[in-house]
């Protein structure tokens, strides 16, 4: 037999016993040493970092809330437009959250809104609407269309009408050839989303969440581990293992970390929000991020929050579903840490 899979499988387990040689050497300094790692893995030349200049575009006022849409520039010359929602009627510095989304439309799709812009009036999809569900719970919701999604497509692709469809190949292979992923790109443009909620006056700096669905459940973890400002993430269809997940299904390549398997596999780079606040919520009947490894994750990470004694800031929720948001139980659960 001539194909590759036994030879990948050792691999994968030769990658698992190194990390485990390396843990045994790192001792306390573990999670220190892994979040450099992970820092680097999702570097990108800084340098070139332009300044926030926010500018707003268009305010709405609706019925229970108030959207604006405002663009920031965040690196490389790249603006990035973005809505907020604001609770009707609220005075003062409220709690916040940074909302990402997932494939799809991009922005548009999580604030009640169809790809062209126009009210959706109907059903929610499988993102079910959460930006609109968090700023009706009373908070400040920022969301940033992710580059390769939406309006920050390739002008390639948005041609003919295309909805839905991406950038993310072209945009990863293209950077791989300077050295680093469209993953690190995303998160440092997340961080300056960060960067611009905090510059905002009606902003609690000291209460901000972030609610990731799918791909953006990766960026929310890994922003989350680099940047302690997020004080609750929601992680929602994405918590598994890469063993279980995007090395057993074929997913987007905007999933894939230069080198993540040399010092971690994903519970354990997820593991770097502890002691935070984490609610993981996975559906049980998701095809490509199976339940069976979610558990796994699952274990892990309780296990790492009771050696810290913050068991008490994981909450789970697996739930009867597909690849889909369900936040029935995080939704509360966000309101209870970010509004207590």
Aim: aromatic fraction near 8%; hydrophobic fraction near 40%; charge should be negative.
């Amino acid at each position: 037999m001539w194909n590759p899979d036994a030879s990948m499988e050792n691999l994968y387990r030769s990658f698992a016993l190194k990390r485990e040689q390396q843990r045994a050497e790192w001792a306390e300094l573990t999670k220190d040493q892994m979040k450099k790692r992970l820092a680097s893995s999702l570097s990108v030349p800084m340098e070139g970092q332009d300044e926030l200049r926010p500018v707003l575009l268009e305010r709405v006022v609706l019925e229970d809330h108030v959207r604006e849409r405002v663009e920031f520039g965040t690196l490389w010359g790249f603006r990035v437009p973005c809505y907020v929602l604001l609770p009707k009627g609220a005075v003062g510095r409220l709690p916040a959250v940074l909302a990402l989304h997932g494939h799809g439309f991009g922005s548009r799709q999580i604030v009640g809104l169809r790809a062209d812009g126009t009210a959706h009036t109907g059903a929610a999809d499988v993102h079910g609407n959460y930006a609109l569900e968090m700023v009706r719970r009373g908070f400040i919701v920022v969301v940033p269309e992710i580059i390769g999604f939406g309006d920050r497509r390739l002008e390639g692709d948005q041609r003919d009408g295309q909805v839905g469809n991406s950038s993310c190949q072209t945009l990863a292979s293209h950077l791989i050839l300077y050295g680093f992923s469209l993953a690190g790109l995303r998160v440092q443009e997340a961080i300056r989303a960060l960067d611009y909620m905090v510059s905002r006056e009606d902003v609690d700096a000291s209460r901000i969440g972030c609610f990731g669905f799918s791909g953006g459940g990766l960026l929310a973890a890994y922003t989350a581990a680099l940047d302690e400002r997020i004080r609750a993430t929601v992680l929602c269809a994405f918590t598994n293992t890469f063993k279980g997940s995007i090395m057993a299904v074929r997913h987007c390549i905007d999933n894939y970390l230069p080198g993540a398997l040399d010092y971690a596999e994903l519970p354990e780079l997820i593991g770097l929000l502890a002691p935070r606040p984490l609610f993981i919520a996975s559906g049980k009947q998701d095809p490509i991020f199976p339940i069976e490894t979610v558990e796994t994750a699952v274990s892990y990470l309780e296990q790492v929050y009771a050696e810290v004694n913050a068991s008490e800031h994981l909450g789970v929720h697996l739930y009867e579903g597909v690849h889909q948001v369900n936040g029935s139980q995080a939704y509360p659960w966000l309101v209870e840490v970010l509004k207590r």
